[in-house]
């Protein structure tokens, strides 16, 4: 098991705010993917933004966040724009 700020882009905050909405280990948020993980930490965090939502992908692709290609962050937009 792997902890969560091992991982890109995860600092204790985000780490925290994962563990709060179950997501405890680097394995875990991996396999429940950024999206689902956004999902979560959005129903209890109302404000978190896009921003959240490529740092959790840049984490699962141990990348930073605003090296995620375009493609992926317009992907990640269109989706975080369906949830309003």
Same mark, same amino acid.
């Given at each position: &098991?792997?902890?969560?700020?091992? &991982?890109?882009?995860?600092?204790?905050? &985000?780490?925290?705010?994962?563990?709060?909405?179950?997501?405890?280990?680097?394995?875990?948020?991996?396999?429940?993917?950024?999206?689902?993980?956004?999902?979560?930490?959005?129903?209890?965090?109302? %404000?978190?933004?896009?921003?959240?939502?490529?740092?959790?992908?840049?984490?699962?692709? %141990?990348?930073?966040?605003? %090296?995620?290609?375009?493609?992926?962050?317009? %992907?990640?937009?269109?989706?975080?724009?369906?949830?309003?």
């Amino acid at each position: &098991m792997t902890e969560l700020t091992s &991982m890109q882009n995860i600092g204790r905050e &985000m780490a925290s705010k994962l563990k709060s909405v179950g997501i405890t280990t680097a394995e875990e948020l991996i396999e429940l993917g950024a999206r689902d993980a956004f999902c979560r930490l959005k129903e209890k965090y109302p %404000n978190v933004c896009l921003v959240h939502l490529y740092t959790l992908e840049g984490a699962i692709q %141990n990348i930073e966040f605003n %090296n995620l290609p375009e493609k992926t962050k317009a %992907n990640l937009k269109a989706f975080s724009d369906s949830l309003k």
